[in-house]
């Protein structure tokens, strides 16, 4: 076996999973009140952006040749039912304008369709006697959706695991006129430890009990196949696995299974992880990221959601 491995050029050669700058995703944070930007302190090199400095942040990525981002909006104000979300003029709204207008056909402009940053109790859904009402949150993720695509984002991804939200939200937007709009389903969303830092990152912490009931058991292979399986049959254009790391066999049934676009999502917990050791010195970062991003992509991921999209770019570069 060692023939082949003999010089850098012959393992190039017969290299079989080659991680692209074009997979990645870079997720940005925007706030709306913020006049300039603030380190994420759960998230060491992220950093909440302000609404002036996102068109700035999107042209170093394209320089470095990252060409997606995926956009989680901070509003100013939170209330019960999440009102700001589907805002005409909202901190997400606002930037999809500035980015299409900026960059059209250079970024692929994304937005994350969900309510947790937006409601008082920090849930992705509209809470009734205690509980989130699925059909009564499906009403409202439809109209997010809406006004991202009204604004001209390509993909939107709805990440709140109602039932029902791709088939509601594809309804939505091909009423209005939206035919184009692409869906970014989170098909297979776990209830996970590794969202902590980002719950920090965008104050959406739930305020009361967790996201156990919509979110999925991580001991149920099974069942995220059915998750995948009926987000297709309700529309989706991409599926998503979520987080990554630990889900690395989910994300190999889904493709082998449906043969869809599928996308992962290397979350918060899994970027701060790497952050903290490499700080610590305890591993080296750069080859640490480049390996674990080539084993998400060889799990079967065609895109990877990740916080390292700017670092992995520049070392792949
Ligand atoms: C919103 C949302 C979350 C993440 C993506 N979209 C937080 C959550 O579900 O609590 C997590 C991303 C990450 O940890 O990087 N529903
Ligand atoms: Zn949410």
Redesign the pocket.
Known sequence: MRRLRKTPVIRELVREVQLQRSDLIQ?LFVEEDLTSDVPVSTMPGQRRLSPSSVVREANTLIEKGVKSVIL?GIPRIKDENGSHADAADGVVQRTIRQLKNEFDGELVVMA?V????YTSHGH?GIVRDGQIDNDETLKRLASIAVSYAREGVDIV?P???IDGQVKTIRQGLDDQGFKETAIMA?AA?H??S??????E??F???EFGD?RTY?MDYSNPDEALREAALDIQEGADIVMV??ALAYLDIIRRVKDRFSMPTAA???????SMVKAAAREGWIDEKSAVLEILTGIKRAGADMI?T?HAKEAAEWLG
């Open positions: 997720p989680f994350d969900c309510m947790c940053q992705c991804g990440s709140a695991m989170y969303k209830a996970s590794f969202f902590g830092p980002f719950r990152a965008a959406s912490k739930p996201r979110q979520k987080p999502y290397n979350v918060s917990g899994e970027y959601l916080y």
